[in-house]
DNA sequence: AATTATTTTGCAAATATTTGCAAAATAATT
DNA sequence: AATTATTTTGCAAATATTTGCAAAATAATT
């Protein structure tokens, strides 16, 4: 097996599974784990992937990369994404951004559905290509590779005349007392321009999300009309999101 | 066995496992490893691979759909950007439409290049990702599923402060008497604007472009600075094209 | 603080590549 | 048709790369 299939196989499962360790990798490709640790050293070089104690987790480059079509398919996403299909009406405009939820809602959107999506995430005009009703707007920009979305002025320019009835937000982190933070300081900005542009904003949010922190706020958690989780309703780690005047789904 | 039919079953064996190893080859073709080496080697020189340790992998437009049939590498778009090459240096800006040549050049550009290169094609944006150094400007607008392009008076718009060095556009149709044309009204306003702001328009067309006619005018022959075919100076095709103050490659 | 898991480092064996060379095959010239 | 030049091919020696291992160092966990 020649060096660069082991690489593709190492960034085919980080797309899926966004997260491996060396242990796995080395049964999986049948070789030491010196072998895939120098792997994964050389992806991380080449900016592919981030390597952690133990493994490696995705940037979500990779996400896009491999979400469109095959891949195995993630359970909690899905969860989400159904949830969030319930709201989702004919003649509204949609606002997507670049969190990788929204590709699983993109997914499952019916197909006879007529709606505008705006998105500043090209893969995702992609996946809608496949819905012929959908009327999609591509945000131009900057092209920020490692997320694979566009960002900066240009893009907060391109929102200016846009009024949307849904924003679908992804988020790295979402608490009670620090509200909604991400990662990169350029994306916050046009998160809260596309909340500020929207009459609705719905945060999809995975279980690992929640009672974290970031560095770059967003918005407060009682700014959001909707947060959407795969978590039951009884569940702990929700116990101070209720009551706060937020749709919890 | 000439060189030639061994160098075939390389790249119809790469076009259809997307890797090879030296050994298999060996041993297919029938030939010392040496041999095999030096083929993979005048291969990856002509662009139509890329060599490995032990092996060779295809390169990601193999899998593309090209008239010649489904993971033949089409040599023709190769040669094209190959030339389309020659005229790109460090710390231009240029333009790239969703001319499919584009994809063949953003994917042989040298890794180590400083450019920003400014698309309506987001796919391009994703491949030219790979490209550490590449500063890459999305065009936002109205997404059009068929060709997978921005479109519209928004992606015009966005093109308003722009000065690009090089715009290297796509057509269907390239003649003498008509100029060339497309088969799109709006993207052939699209191109007019992008070759209105190019300091170069450099056109990459296909043998089977030449000489045909479509409906929408972009501009006359004479208008281009220059014309890359695969087609050999002495070709009869390209007769009337000779001292029109355009440079063909 | 002790235990366990992971990483780093240097090393040796296996494998692959590069280089120059000579023989064979092919093409060009007389 | 014979000679000459050029290209192709396989080989062998010198290098370089890859791989797995083991010991030491470091990080994470209990």
Redesign the pocket.
Same mark, same amino acid.
């Given at each position: 097996?020649? &060096?660069e299939e $082991?690489q593709q196989v190492i960034l085919e499962k980080l797309g899926t599974d966004k997260k491996v360790?060396? *242990?796995d990798l #080395?049964q999986i490709l049948? /070789?030491?784990?010196?072998? *895939? $640790? $120098?792997? /994964?050293?050389e992806l991380e070089d080449r900016g592919l992937l981030k &390597? /952690?104690? #133990? #493994?490696a987790i995705a940037h979500s480059y990779l996400a896009m990369k491999s979400s469109k079509g095959l891949g195995v398919v993630n359970t909690e996403f899905v969860t989400i994404a159904k949830k969030a299909l319930k709201l989702v009406e004919n003649n509204k405009i949609i606002l997507m951004d670049g969190g990788t939820t929204n590709f699983y809602i993109a997914e499952q959107l019916p197909k006879n559905l007529e709606v505008t999506v705006v998105t500043n995430n090209p893969h995702l005009a992609t996946v809608l290509s496949e819905h012929p009703k959908i009327e999609i707007i591509l945000l131009g920009g900057s092209f920020y590779k490692r997320y694979q979305i566009t960002l900066g002025s240009k893009t907060i320019q391109d929102l200016e005349n846009i009024q949307a009835d849904l924003y679908f937000m992804g988020t790295n982190s979402i608490s009670i007392e620090s509200g909604l933070a991400i990662r990169h300081y350029e994306e916050s900005i046009l998160k809260q321009k596309m909340m500020s542009i929207s009459r609705k904003t719905i945060v999809c949010a995975l279980e690992e999300k929640i009672n974290r922190e970031e560095n770059y706020k967003v918005c407060n958690f009682t700014d959001l009309d909707c947060l959407i989780t795969s978590l039951n309703s009884s569940d702990d780690q929700l116990s101070g999101f209720w009551n706060k005047g937020v749709d919890i789904l």
């Open positions: 097996m020649l &060096k $082991r360790t060396l *242990v #080395g049948n /070789v030491s784990y010196d072998s *895939v $640790r $120098r792997d /994964v050293i &390597k /952690v104690h #133990g #493994g």
